[in-house]
């Protein structure tokens, strides 16, 4: 294998080691890290999004993190357009592109491409909210279907970001959702990456979450959340789905204690790293699992 002319990409649940992983297989090939975590890019919210430190970017270069305000949404097909840049650039450095994150939809788009949508209008998104929010999420999805039967079993009935997005896209375009991701094209060629995820057990990996919100309240988060609360952002802002926000900010309204608090994120923490497992079994089951504790074996795996 040439390592050369590949692009490594590492995902996981939150907290499984993978900023850890790629710090030392960039050491290791030559590397420079591009973020691929859709809440790491936010300027703000350093601490609740557990951002790779100043002494592991002076270390490794370091791509895409904290470049983008709170005050800004921040989609997939932004992502994309900035990654490819950057892959493009730390090749001609004659480096080798480390992609790593979480964020299951930005991996999607980078190797199976990414479909330009119109942009719905405003006026358009703001009414269809309107309309969600009014009558609930299982009406809403019942309009959908209706409009729109190709989400059935492609969009659970629960997700309302997913669903609201392909009322959306239906309503404006005339088209399924589904119909435009039908003339997606690749940016990359599937044997140029090297897909990594990292697979801990389920009790070690709650384990490191539980010491993960620990950690996150030792290094600031309050004050962090104090200052974001300032900005007084709507609430369909993207950055409010940081996990942490909500429930420190009840703790600041004395709506509950502290420990009521972290023992909410660490649950939210818990169910969010359950989705993020259901995803990979659906979509990166073609992915190389590793258990990090082996990390020696699995460099000189991927270096072979």
């Given at each position: ?32 890290i ?5 809440m ?104 959908l ?24 896209i239906?309503?404006?375009t ?69 996990i942490?926000i ?59």
């Amino acid at each position: 294998m040439d390592i050369k002319s590949k692009i490594v990409l590492i995902s996981g649940p939150t907290a499984s080691g993978k900023s850890k992983f790629a710090l030392k297989l960039a050491k290791k090939i030559n590397g420079e890290i591009v973020n691929a975590d859709s809440m790491q890019v936010y300027k703000q919210l350093k601490i609740l999004t557990a951002r790779p430190t100043i002494k592991d970017t002076k270390e490794i270069k370091h791509h895409l993190y904290g470049f983008v305000n709170v005050t800004k949404n921040f989609s997939t097909g932004e992502w994309l357009k900035l990654s490819k840049k950057k892959i493009e650039e730390i090749r001609k450095r004659k480096k080798i592109p480390i992609i790593v994150g979480g964020t299951g939809l930005y991996f999607k788009a980078l190797t199976e491409g990414f479909v330009q949508i119109p942009n719905v209008p405003m006026r358009i998104r703001s009414k269809i909210r309107k309309l969600q929010n009014k009558i609930g999420q299982d009406k809403f999805y019942s309009k959908l279907q209706k409009i729109d039967s190709l989400v059935k079993n492609k969009i659970e009935k629960n997700d309302s970001q997913r669903s609201i997005r392909a009322y959306e896209i239906k309503y404006y375009t005339k088209k399924s959702l589904f119909k435009w991701f039908q003339n997606t094209k690749k940016s990359f060629i599937d044997t140029e990456f090297i897909k990594i995820y990292i697979d801990h057990p389920k009790e070690d990996l709650i384990k490191k979450a539980n010491l993960r919100v620990s950690k996150m309240f030792k290094n600031g988060a309050i004050a962090e959340v104090r200052k974001f609360n300032r900005l007084k952002l709507k609430k369909q802002n993207s950055a409010k789905k940081v996990i942490g926000i909500e429930e420190i900010t009840d703790y600041l309204n004395n709506k509950c204690d502290l420990r009521a608090a972290k023992d909410l994120i660490s649950i939210k923490t818990r169910q969010y790293i359950k989705r993020q497992f259901t995803w990979a079994r659906g979509q990166m089951a073609n992915w190389t699992y590793i258990d990090p504790k082996i990390t020696s074996l699995t460099l000189k795996k991927i270096l072979r």
